[in-house]
């Protein structure tokens, strides 16, 4: 875990980086947990989120019934197929494609040192170009 202090815009912010171990091609690992660890205890009031990463995203979406996270990914299966014939010669367009319509940064709330997700809200790393050790900077704005 990486910890810098530093000023931003004269306030004072925390960055914590965690890395994360995805183990399919494609997955939607949940680091709620992880992201919640990270920043117990700490003050402020907002958490920012940013993967340095261009073939995997993040996601607030439902965490407590996995059939979820499951229709998500066939739904960008079949909106983005790995099979077209993409110029990128890589052979993970797809990946770059998906990870462009998740995104690759969030805004959390946060107050009295927790995150404030609704009842059934999750933070998702959605990977698309697995399996990899993906890096996640999580930022607590004061």
């Known amino acids: 875990m990486l910890l810098i202090y530093g000023p931003s815009y004269s306030r004072m912010y925390l960055v914590v980086e965690i890395k994360v171990r995805t183990t399919t091609k494609v997955e939607a690992r949940s680091i709620t947990a992880e992201i919640a660890q990270a920043v117990r205890g700490e003050e402020g009031t907002l958490v920012h989120l940013f993967t340095p990463h261009t073939t995997c995203g993040l996601l607030v979406n439902e965490d407590a019934d996995p059939a979820v996270m499951s229709d998500i990914l066939d ?14 010669r890589e052979g993970n367009s797809d990946a770059h494609i998906k990870s462009s319509l998740m995104g690759h940064s969030l805004l959390v709330p946060f107050s009295g040192g927790r995150l404030v997700l609704g009842t059934w809200q999750g933070i998702f790393l ?5 399996p990899r050790e993906r890096k996640v900077q999580v930022r607590i704005l004061r």
């Open 75 to 88: 739904a960008l299966g079949r909106l983005v197929p790995r099979n077209l014939p993409y110029e990128h």
């Open 126 to 130: 959605m990977e698309f170009d697995g």
